[in-house]
């Protein structure tokens, strides 16, 4: 059986064989690079885009923070809760819809808000209302809870114990 020999390159083939493997190779990494630098990017705009989405879902908006609180039956965030706010506009006997200030004291419209809460009920079946304490929440929303009178931990360690601060 007879064999027949392989073709004889022409001179200077296998430089040019190699410059091909060398630039397939070179155009290969390039486009490796350039894919690796959009996934960083991506990558990274994603992060940017969920935490701005938990600061936005975390945080409340100005106007409930500033005109709202939510009003606990115990001194628990477990314990049941009813949130209470202030509207944004009231309408008079005229009919005529006007905005409703924003009270200066956040603390004490928070108290005199949970303390309607208390009269109405809502809270106990007891219409009085009892020593309330003023914290605040992560969300910086106020946080008001009934004092049990034989507690003897000042406003600041009972909000500290519940995990919030206290009320501002």
Same mark, same amino acid.
């Given at each position: 059986m007879t064999t027949n020999p392989p073709p004889t390159l022409p001179t200077g083939a296998d430089r040019r064989i190699g410059a091909l493997l060398d630039d397939g190779l070179a155009r290969h990494d390039r486009t490796h690079r350039r894919r690796g630098r959009l996934t960083a990017v991506a990558a990274g705009a994603s992060v940017l885009l969920a935490a701005g989405g938990l600061a936005w879902v975390t945080l409340a908006p100005h106007t409930l923070q500033t005109r709202s609180a939510y009003c606990y039956s115990a001194d628990s965030t477990d314990s049941r809760y009813t949130q209470v706010g202030i509207p944004d506009e009231a309408t008079g006997p005229d009919g005529a819809t006007r905005p409703v200030e924003t009270p200066a004291d956040r603390v004490a419209s928070a108290v005199d808000l949970c303390s309607s809460a208390w009269t109405a009920g809502i809270l106990s079946d007891s219409t009085s209302v009892p =020593? &309330? /304490? /003023?914290?605040? +929440? %992560?969300?910086? /929303? &106020? =946080? /008001?809870? %009934? +004092? *049990?009178p034989s507690d003897d931990r000042t *406003?600041?360690? &009972?909000?500290? *114990? &519940?995990?919030l601060a206290p009320g501002r």
């Open positions: =020593a &309330l /304490v /003023v914290c605040t +929440r %992560p969300d910086n /929303v &106020l =946080a /008001v809870f %009934p +004092r *049990d *406003d600041q360690k &009972l909000c500290s *114990d &519940l995990g």
